[in-house]
């Protein structure tokens, strides 16, 4: 199956795009149950989205924000994707505190993804072998192909039942919380945004190299799936052969 891809001259181009069509995507699952669920990355790509969504007007209480995947840093520390997020997007837009379901990193990890887990259960009113469907997961992608914090040959790569766990990137020295593969899988949309000359190499392989998201995790739930898309700049897609 030939993959959704979006191309754009820029990063700001591309960003603003994804953003749309995100907005997009939540308006539809608002309009069939009242309430959408969200699931955002952080990094640098999602910035000028972030931004996007701040000056736009939108039902922000109809929508349940949550986090792909967190350092293990308080919500202050720069390194934070909840304080990226916070700072661009959910002060500027008065985002409803009570709609914002943040991984707390400042927590022990393991204990951090304990609690994540719990609180994703009750948000949506889940059994205790049941994993959440979000209506939008986004998602980035790392010049290794790691996507959330799944990095190449992390062994939680084949977990398709657990919600979310605490891992130790080995290449980063640092413990991050992060979903997991099956509630990547089970996402009703995919939405990738990758900038960058130092994703184009990588991003060639997982699209169009073999099928193996160990080494290439960024496939999961993006390779032959028709509820995935990819926004990209120039950079990014340049050694992208269609």
Same mark, same amino acid.
């Given at each position: 199956?030939?993959?959704?891809?979006? @191309?754009?001259?820029? &990063?700001?181009?591309?960003?603003?795009?994804?953003?749309?069509?995100?907005?997009?995507?939540?308006? #539809?699952?608002?309009?069939?149950?009242?309430?959408?669920?969200?699931?955002?990355?952080?990094?640098?790509?999602?910035?000028?989205?972030?931004?996007? $969504?701040? @000056?736009? !007007? $939108?039902? *922000?209480?109809?929508?349940? &924000? $949550? *986090?792909?995947?967190?350092r293990a840093v308080p919500p202050s520390d720069p390194q934070s994707n909840y304080k990226l997020a916070?700072?661009? *997007? &959910?002060?500027?837009?008065? $985002?409803?505190?009570?709609?914002?379901?943040?991984?707390?990193?400042?927590?022990? !990890?393991?204990? #951090?993804?304990?609690e994540y887990v719990d609180e994703i259960r009750k948000v949506f009113q889940l059994g205790s072998t049941e994993l959440p469907r979000f209506d939008v997961i986004h998602r980035g992608m790392?010049?290794?192909?790691h996507t959330a914090s799944l990095f190449p040959g992390e062994p939680l790569i084949d977990d398709r039942e657990g919600i979310?766990?605490?891992? &130790?990137?080995?290449?980063?020295?640092? *413990?991050?919380?992060?979903l997991l593969p099956g509630v990547l899988l089970a996402a009703h949309h995919t939405v990738m945004l990758v900038s960058g000359g130092d994703k184009c190499g990588p991003l060639n392989d997982v699209l169009n190299g073999p099928e193996d998201p160990k080494r290439f995790p960024a496939q999961i739930a993006t390779r032959g799936s028709d509820r995935a898309i990819w926004f990209l700049d120039d950079q990014a897609a340049s050694k992208f052969d269609p």
């Open positions: 199956m030939t993959p959704k891809i979006e @191309r754009f001259p820029s &990063l700001a181009r591309a960003a603003e795009a994804c953003g749309r069509h995100i907005l997009t995507r939540l308006e #539809a699952a608002i309009s069939k149950e009242e309430q959408a669920t969200f699931a955002i990355s952080g990094g640098s790509s999602p910035k000028r989205m972030f931004e996007f $969504f701040a @000056r736009t !007007p $939108f039902p *922000w209480e109809s929508v349940q &924000l $949550f *986090w792909v995947d967190e916070a700072d661009l *997007w &959910l002060t500027p837009a008065q $985002f409803p505190a009570a709609n914002v379901h943040r991984i707390l990193a400042e927590h022990e !990890p393991k204990k #951090a993804a304990a790392g010049p290794d192909a979310a766990a605490a891992v &130790l990137s080995e290449s980063m020295k640092q *413990w991050r919380i992060t």
